[in-house]
C-alpha cells in the first residue's frame, strides 16, 4: 500500500480485483481517461499540475494565466503600497485611487522586466521588492512558455467519432461497427486501430465481463 493511504481496503473477494471475470461497469471514462478513484492522498500529490495546465481547454488556460498575473501584480502593488509611494519616483499623488493605479502599472512593468522608466524604485525596501519581482517574473514566464510548447507540440489525430456504433451482421458473424474520421485539414496514413471491450455476459444471474 502507496505511503499516504490511511483508510484500510478490505477485498471481499479476490477474483472482482477490477478486470477479473466478476468486474462489472464502465472502466473507461468517455473522455478517455481511466474510472479510478483516489482516495487517501492529499490533492498536492495526487495531481499534476504540468499535465493538468497541459489537458485543460484552451479558454481556461489562457483565463487561468491572465487571472495569476493579474493577482501577482495585485499582490506587489499593495507591497509597493504599503513600503510607501514616496519610494517610487514619478507617482501620481493627486488621490490614492491614482496611486495604486500607477503602483500597479509599475509592478506589471517590472514583471515583464519593461522597465518603461518613468516610475522608479527609491530606497533599499522597495529596490528589494523590484528584483525579486522581475526574477519571478523571469521564472514565471519561463514556466508558461514550456507550458505553450508542450501545449502545442503534442501530436493530435483530431478525431470524430459517429455517434452511434451498428450491431449487424457481418461476414458470417455479428459485427460491431463504428466509424471515425479526422475533422481538421490533417492526414491519417497506415493507421493502426486497438479496440478494446468489456462485453458483460450473465451467467447463472451473475454478470461476468469478458474481454476482447
Not at 514556466?143 to 458470417?172: E, K, N
Request: glycine fraction near 8%; avoid cysteine; aromatic fraction near 16%.
Amino acid at each position: 500500500m502507496a505511503k499516504g493511504f490511511r483508510k484500510k481496503i478490505r477485498q471481499e473477494n479476490t477474483e472482482n480485483s477490477g478486470f477479473g471475470s466478476l468486474a462489472s461497469g464502465r472502466f473507461i471514462n468517455k473522455d478517455g481517461l481511466p474510472n479510478v478513484r483516489r482516495r487517501g492522498i492529499n490533492v498536492f500529490n495526487r495531481l499534476s499540475w504540468y499535465h493538468t495546465m497541459l489537458n485543460l481547454s484552451s479558454f481556461r488556460f489562457i483565463s487561468y494565466l491572465v487571472v495569476m498575473y493579474i493577482l501577482i501584480n495585485l499582490v506587489f502593488a499593495f507591497i509597493y503600497y504599503l513600503i510607501g509611494v514616496e519610494h517610487l519616483t514619478g507617482i501620481d499623488k493627486s488621490n490614492p485611487l491614482d496611486e495604486f493605479i500607477d503602483v500597479f502599472f509599475f509592478s506589471s512593468q517590472t514583471f515583464t522586466t519593461v522597465g518603461y522608466g518613468r516610475i522608479a524604485p527609491v530606497g533599499f525596501m522597495a529596490s528589494l521588492v523590484a528584483t525579486f519581482e522581475a526574477f519571478l517574473g523571469l521564472l514565471t514566464f519561463a514556466i508558461a512558455t514550456g507550458l505553450f510548447y508542450g501545449r502545442f507540440s503534442r501530436p493530435r489525430a483530431y478525431l470524430r467519432f459517429s455517434d452511434i456504433a451498428v450491431i449487424a451482421p457481418f461476414q458470417d458473424v455479428t459485427a460491431l461497427m463504428f466509424r471515425l474520421a479526422p475533422y481538421k485539414n490533417n492526414a491519417l496514413t497506415d493507421a493502426d486501430v486497438t479496440l478494446s471491450t468489456a462485453i458483460e455476459i450473465n451467467e447463472e444471474g451473475t454478470l461476468k465481463s469478458n474481454f476482447y
